[in-house]
């Protein structure tokens, strides 16, 4: 089944303890990327990547890291959470080189930093 | 600039009814437009798209969107709304390999 996984689903964790939520498609998908979902926002894109090796910045970066040292899995690293971090993270992929074709999201991971 | 709005933040809508949830976009070139749902605690889902030919779009769960050039409109509609229904829409229009994404409309499907 195409899918994209995201773990955890729900994170509960403490300002400054650095976390990572992984990220990993069975599509072959070139393009990956990470948002965030706040109330009234709508969708904001962190990162993406184009391919592997390849990332580049979204609308939101500060305060993220990530990695796509493989095609599959694209991880969103949280060096030292701050509570303004607190949100509902979607990794998404999509083909890229393909504009008519639609993105698939992950199920979504919800984190809360006290 | 590349944008989506969509102007509502809530529609609401009882069950049997038409519903309509609206979509404009702003865009260089010929327009890719989708249309993807949120139920409560998933990921998003696709349900449809437009990418050229017939205005009238067929997708899941008996949506259908209408692409309106003029208007720069690609509204979603569904004859006959189901309690099921009720979630949070989002309208995207691809920029290249990005998504420009709407800000989302609840939709709640009243009994």
């Known amino acids: 089944e195409a899918q994209v996984t995201q773990n955890p689903r729900y994170l509960i964790t403490v300002t400054g303890k650095k976390l990572t939520v992984t990220c990993s498609q069975n599509?072959?998908?070139?393009?990956m990327s990470w948002y965030r979902q706040d109330p009234g926002l709508g969708l904001r894109q962190i990162y993406y990547s184009m391919n592997v090796e390849v990332t580049d910045k979204g609308d939101v970066p500060e305060g993220y890291k990530v990695s796509r040292k493989e095609k599959r899995n694209f991880p969103l690293i949280l060096e030292s959470p701050s509570p303004n971090q607190t949100s509902l993270y979607f990794c998404?992929?999509?083909?890229?080189?393909?504009?008519?074709?639609?993105?698939?999201f992950g199920q979504g991971t919800r984190l809360t930093v006290v | 600039a590349q944008s989506v709005a969509q102007p509502e933040d809530q529609v609401n809508v009882a069950e049997g009814n038409p519903l309509t949830v609206k979509c404009t976009y702003s865009v260089s070139g010929n327009p890719y437009l989708f249309w993807y749902v949120q139920y409560p605690n998933r990921g998003l889902q696709f349900l449809l798209k437009?990418?050229?030919?017939d205005n009238l779009v067929k997708g899941s769960y008996g949506f259908e969107a209408e692409f309106n050039k003029s208007q720069t409109s690609f509204h979603l509609k569904k004859p006959s709304a189901l309690v099921s229904d009720s979630a949070l829409y989002f309208c995207a229009v691809r920029d290249n390999y990005q998504l420009i994404w709407g800000a989302g409309t609840k939709l709640i499907i009243k009994p």
């Open positions: 998404a992929s999509s083909h890229h080189r393909q504009e008519n074709t639609e993105a698939f």
């Open positions: 437009y990418i050229t030919g």
């Open positions: 599509m072959n998908h070139e393009y």
